[in-house]
């Protein structure tokens, strides 16, 4: 499973997920919505608002920057990878 994140230039909290993703060792898609509408209304299928970041794993969604919800994301990617843990 791919890991998208939605984001805009000079967002300070998308820059944090993306750092706190690399971080972690994740390898993940960067999606712009500022200048993409077709990236954008992707976004907006997942979320109702317009709020950014917004990190994406299937049906999970986390919007903003949250250490701890993303870790958690982090937790079901890698479950996910290895089904007999």
């Known amino acids: 499973m791919v890991l998208k994140v939605f984001t805009i230039p000079n967002c300070g909290e998308c820059q944090a997920v993306k ?3 690399r971080q972690q ?3 993940f898609t960067e999606l712009d919505v500022a200048g993409n509408f077709g990236n954008l209304r992707q976004m907006r299928r997942l979320t109702d608002g317009r ?3 917004v990190t ?3 049906e999970d969604v986390v919007v903003g920057y949250d250490p701890a919800a993303l870790t958690a994301l982090l ?3 890698e479950l996910e990878h290895d089904p007999g843990a």
């Open 51 to 53: 709020r950014v970041p």
């Open 19 to 21: 750092d706190f993703l």
């Open 75 to 77: 937790a079901k990617k």
């Open 25 to 27: 060792g994740v390898d």
């Open 56 to 58: 994406v794993l299937a």
